[in-house]
């Protein structure tokens, strides 16, 4: 497994180390030992998700204002684009975003530390979207911000208005947004 940091503090790319041949591959999708040894801390994940979304689908940017989740994210089937959103006031990067692509080819992980609003958009005919959490969904502390919020300006790599959940289409703008001190 490798960790990389990106622009964001805290949030992580990890590449797992794939073991492929003729008949397919193995890896290991989680070590809580070895994810320690590479980033000083152990998660401690409490609930997976699993979800199906088709193309065009866009879930996002969801996050919770109290019991903030932790999100250890992958891509089992298709491909996605996924971001994370600074909502930490006392970040330099506050407001900021970055976007990954993760897919069931490159078996690329995001970790996504509480504190940071997240989504993604279904690149593929499909895509199944795997993420463990570090603490358990709470929909009374739900927050939800407009995925195209100027003000953020996430350049999601579509050309399509995507699909969207009720709850998503009334996303709150990211400066009425309740965010993290």
Same mark, same amino acid.
């Given at each position: 497994m490798q960790v990389t940091q990106i622009s964001l503090p805290g949030v992580?790319?990890?590449?797992? %180390?794939? #073991? @492929?041949?003729t008949r397919g591959? #193995?890896?290991?999708?989680?070590?809580a030992k070895r994810f320690s040894e590479l980033t000083g801390f152990?998660?401690? #994940?409490?609930?997976?998700?699993?979800?199906r979304s088709a193309k065009g689908v866009l879930r996002g940017l969801h996050y919770q204002i109290r019991q903030a989740q932790g999100k250890l994210v992958r891509?089992?089937? @298709?491909?996605?684009?996924? +971001?994370?959103?600074?909502?930490?006031?006392?970040?330099?990067?506050? @407001?900021?975003?970055? @976007? +990954?692509?993760?897919?069931?080819?490159?078996? %690329?992980?995001?970790?996504i530390p509480p504190g940071f609003a997240h989504g993604f958009v279904v690149l593929s005919e499909s895509a199944e979207f795997l993420y463990k959490t570090t603490d358990y969904w709470a929909p009374e502390h739900e927050r939800c911000i407009r995925w195209d919020d100027p003000d953020i300006g996430i350049q999601w790599p579509i050309n399509f208005a995507p699909a969207l959940s009720a709850k998503d289409a009334q996303g709150t703008a990211f400066a009425a947004a309740e965010t993290f001190a």
């Open positions: 992580l790319l990890v590449d797992p %180390r794939v #073991f @492929g041949d591959f #193995f890896f290991e999708s989680f070590n152990i998660p401690p #994940f409490v609930q997976d998700n699993h979800s891509v089992c089937a @298709g491909e996605v684009f996924d +971001v994370a959103v600074d909502l930490r006031r006392s970040s330099p990067t506050f @407001g900021k975003w970055e @976007g +990954v692509v993760l897919s069931a080819d490159n078996k %690329r992980q995001l970790w």
